[in-house]
């Protein structure tokens, strides 16, 4: 069997064209649906194979079309055909919404990652929320106790959200440094905690060492 080519169009097909078009000039709403029953399969097949979403290619028919009863007078015969004008508007528009659906697509990851950067600490894990309500008061005072180096790079990292590495940039302090504070900070707590009524061991046992919040 021999390769399958598209149908070529009759020349009397070109001339069928530039008539609707004529009567979409002269204000006949009827020759928009002429045009669209004349077109709609060809038009939409190239929509869906760029978009390859039905619904896509369709909202870019309508698009079409309105601006051709809109502005019937873009076509310039001398360009081409009215077929391959057209359908050139139809690969136009359809890109276009590829675009936009990308860009929207790209907005609304980086929307999702903010708001999952700007979400309180406490409210990320239900445990951590119900375990910070129970000690809070108790990490407090402890952290009060701490030396002020200490309290400070650990209260950047649990309540501030903060990493080792961002608690450094932010304090002008070593990485190095703000490891062994927080390290030895967190064995003080951890010490402090656990001697306190009610508590089953260190309120800290399951929190990092490494103080990375998120």
């Given at each position: 069997m021999g390769?399958?080519?598209?149908?070529?169009?009759r020349?009397e097909?070109g001339?069928?064209?530039v008539?609707?078009?004529?009567r979409i000039?002269?204000?006949?709403r009827?020759?928009?649906?002429?045009l669209y029953e004349r077109f709609?399969r060809?038009a939409?097949?190239?929509a869906?194979r760029?978009?390859?979403?039905?619904?896509?290619?369709?909202d870019?028919?309508?698009?079409?079309?309105?601006g051709?009863?809109?502005?019937?007078y873009?076509y310039?015969?001398a360009?081409g055909?009215?077929?391959?004008?057209?359908?050139?508007?139809?690969?136009?528009?359809?890109v276009?919404?590829?675009?936009?659906e990308?860009s929207?697509r790209?907005r609304?990851a980086r929307a999702e990652?903010?708001?999952?950067?700007?979400?309180?600490?406490?409210t990320r894990?239900?445990e951590?929320?119900a375990?910070?309500?129970?000690v809070?008061?108790?990490v407090r005072?402890?952290?009060?106790?701490?030396p002020t180096p200490?309290r400070?790079?650990l209260?950047?990292?649990?309540y501030?959200?903060?990493?080792?590495?961002?608690?450094?940039?932010?304090t002008?302090?070593?990485l190095?440094?703000v490891k062994?504070?927080m390290l030895?900070g967190?064995?003080?707590?951890?010490t402090e905690?656990g001697?306190?009524?009610?508590?089953?061991?260190?309120?800290?046992?399951?929190?990092p060492?490494d103080g990375t919040?998120?």
């Open positions: 390769a399958v080519s598209r149908p070529v169009r020349p097909d001339v069928g064209d008539e609707i078009l004529r000039r002269a204000g006949e009827d020759a928009v649906d002429e709609r060809p939409f097949a190239l869906r760029i978009l390859a979403d039905d619904g896509l290619a369709e870019v028919l309508q698009d079409v079309f309105l051709v009863w809109r502005d019937p873009a310039d015969g360009r055909s009215f077929s391959s004008w057209l359908l050139a508007v139809v690969h136009h528009k359809a276009d919404a590829v675009r936009r990308e929207q790209r609304q990652d903010q708001a999952v950067l700007d979400e309180p600490v406490a894990d239900v951590d929320d375990w910070s309500r129970v809070a008061d108790q005072s402890a952290l009060g106790e701490l200490q400070e790079a209260t950047l990292a649990y501030g959200g903060y990493t080792q590495r961002e608690v450094a940039a932010l002008g302090t070593p190095g440094t062994t504070r030895a967190m064995r003080r707590l951890r905690l001697g306190m009524p009610g508590q089953g061991g260190s309120a800290l046992d399951d929190a060492l919040a998120r």
